[in-house]
């Protein structure tokens, strides 16, 4: 079975983005290339909610492109995202047209990546999106949380985790990378 990581930076005080959207605040070094270029090749499809898909839009993954994953798969890389092509799946209930080069899914989430996980393939990236990752935690479904925590507190904004329910967890790897921030990866305990 695929393993589903859920990963983004985030504030000492678990926030993604400040309460305007706001990510003056993320530190980019060699060390945090370094790590997102290893960890891209162990996977081959990402998984993204609306908010998400939006703000990576406007960061040069637009999908513009049209592009393969080289699988049959859509995907929405191109060549200035940093990211390879992988399969690309949009979460929403509000857009009604496929954006080119990614899946829409419009309707339950859990059940299409319950299917996704029992297909072949390399690892699952659930990128950024506190919401989507809710309701993927509340289904058993994220497998490991990866953060890279910076040494700032926002004090508002949106979220890294928004789940109900405790969910143990074991400690895989934490190092501290340029800028003072720590890299932490933890297995989610069933």
């Known amino acids: 079975m695929r393993t589903v990581t859920y990963g983004a930076a985030c504030s000492l005080d678990g926030f993604i983005a400040g309460s305007d959207g706001a990510l003056d605040w993320l530190h980019f070094s060699r060390d945090v290339e370094e790590v997102m270029g290893a960890y891209w090749s162990t996977v081959d499809a990402v998984l993204m909610g609306r908010k998400t898909w939006e703000f990576a839009a406007?960061?040069?993954?637009?999908?513009?492109?049209?592009?393969?994953?080289?699988?049959?798969?859509?995907?929405?890389?191109?060549?200035?995202?940093?990211?390879?092509?992988?399969?690309?799946?949009?979460?929403?209930?509000?857009?009604?047209?496929?954006?080119?080069?990614?899946?829409?899914?419009?309707?339950?989430?859990?059940?299409?990546?319950?299917?996704?996980?029992?297909?072949?393939?390399?690892?699952?990236?659930?990128?950024g999106g506190g919401e989507l990752a809710g309701s993927l935690f509340e289904a058993g479904l994220i497998d490991e949380i990866?953060?890279?925590?910076?040494?700032?507190?926002?004090?508002?904004?949106?979220?890294?985790?928004?789940?109900?329910?405790?969910?143990?967890?074991?400690?895989?790897?934490?190092?501290?990378?340029?800028?003072?921030c720590v890299l932490m990866t933890y297995r989610v305990r069933n």
């Open 146 to 180: 990866s953060l890279n925590v910076h040494p700032v507190l926002l004090g508002s904004g949106v979220p890294f985790f928004q789940q109900t329910r405790r969910i143990a967890l074991e400690l895989a790897e934490a190092r501290t990378i340029a800028g003072g």
């Open 58 to 127: 406007t960061q040069g993954m637009g999908g513009e492109s049209g592009g393969d994953s080289g699988q049959g798969k859509p995907s929405a890389s191109n060549d200035d995202s940093g990211i390879p092509a992988v399969a690309t799946y949009l979460f929403s209930r509000t857009l009604t047209e496929p954006q080119p080069g990614v899946e829409l899914v419009s309707s339950d989430a859990a059940g299409f990546v319950k299917h996704l996980k029992d297909q072949p393939g390399k690892g699952i990236c659930l990128m």
